[in-house]
């Protein structure tokens, strides 16, 4: 998801609004209750909700019979659209799915898996987790889950995951199949508390250089950053990467704890403001780990809202380089707002600016939201995400650092050191099997038939020495791909072999050691990455 070539892929009217149009149309033929009029002109107006009437009203006299919690959801989710495109209403069902991310844990059975055709295979279990614990092993797939069957059913990921997950504590039974095993394996698991990461992965790609991916501002993002970054300074790191790529935020306080991490005490980080919002500013502490050494930050159109904080404060402190391409633009903040039933409400209740005092939310017209979704889509077709010449900011946006650089708001934040995304028409084959999901699939299915040999590699590093996409694994790719309607392009694959080979090196090795085997040798042949370690060693921007 990482890759520059890719193209990035990601609400109702107001319900109110269609009703009262309803009835207008469709006067003509509407029967007028005499006691329905006489109880309206005895409301009085201090007591009367329309939204509440309207609902009642339809629960009363429609000619089918109607689900009132429904209707309500629909008018709250109608009544929301028409604010901005980030307040959102999150029913109880979604609750769990929706928070979990940002908690650094949820409950189930510690296994991280994949769907592939119809059949649930486990990738891995979690070290130490419920799964772990009872024997279930990598590679297995899981055909029944409470003796009902789930392979072979069209189940989404949604599905399987409200099957495993449940209250800690609580037992399911899973039935897998084993290579090598003829019969059906059951295992009790007792659900647990698995723990979940922002950091996917921090390593030395270089000497004093040190590199960190952070995916989301969770809850536990502050403690996992400094152990981070306190062992990677035990190896001797002067200078740091920080990969905010594809990362779309989460807590604004986790933003805040992790800017303070680099800035010096007293520097301003961001302030908030609405108008039901005091202003309010956060400044950094002197409890930060890392605030001298060189700092460089990637983003890209998918860095959203947290990270645009974190990137926005580095900038215009003169702190550090960014590097990458224009970030989302949402400098909207919200609030939740448990509700009774067990839903949420996030409401937009400020905007946030950074510390020269720009506002990145780029802009958006009210119960519009398909068009604020795809201002990505409409970057793309004018060449944003190609030429940074073709990216043009009113001068009325425009600020300057205490260092003198000029900086822009009015929609994300803009790099310093633009990294394009290459239009080569060589790509057309690499596009197409990436977009397909090819080179994910071949990686799987070839780390699965071949896992017990793959066991053998002590480690990430002995695998990423000894581990090499031969030619003999690079024919059978391609005839994998030419059995799923892709034509070879004898061309365009000899173009694109370096960054091929790769690719399904680092796939292969997320399959056996996670994240922390991928990003290592994914890295190599991305070209944001790449720069930042040019930078590192020949500085063209001197930010410290």
Known sequence: MFKNRRSTIYLPFAFAL???????????????????????????????????????????????????????????????????????????????DVNDPLLGNFDGIGVQFRLESDTVYIINTVPGGPSEKVGVMAGDRIITVDGDVIAGVKASNNDVMKRLKGVRGTKVTVGVLRRGVDELIEFEIIRGVIPTYSIDAYFMPANEIGYIKLSKFSATTSEELSKAISELKSQGMNSLILDLRGNSGGYLQTAITVSDEFLPDGKLIVYTQGLNRPKQIANATAKGLFESGTLIILIDEGSASSSEIVAGAIQDNDRGVIIGRRSFGKGLVQEQLSMPDGAALRLTVARYYTPTGRSIQKPYEKGHADEYNGELYERMVHGELNEADSIKFADSLKFMTPAGRVVYGGGGIMPDIFIPVDRNPNYRYYNEILSRGLVHQFAFQYTDKNRSDLRKFKGVDDFDRNFKITPGILSEFVSFAESRDVSRDKSGLEFVKPELENLLKALIARNIYDEKGFYPIFLRTDQAYLKAIEELTNPTILVK
């Open 18 to 96: 269609v009703l009262i149009a309803g009835f207008f149309l469709g006067a003509s033929v509407v029967r007028v209750s005499s006691v329905n009029t006489g109880i309206l002109k005895g409301i009085q107006t201090r007591n009367y909700n329309p939204v509440d009437y309207v609902i009642n009203y339809i629960n009363r006299e429609y000619v089918d019979s109607v689900d009132v919690s429904s209707l309500q959801q629909s008018a709250i989710e109608g009544i929301l659209a028409g604010l901005d495109p980030h307040s959102q209403y999150i029913s109880a069902e979604e609750f769990n």
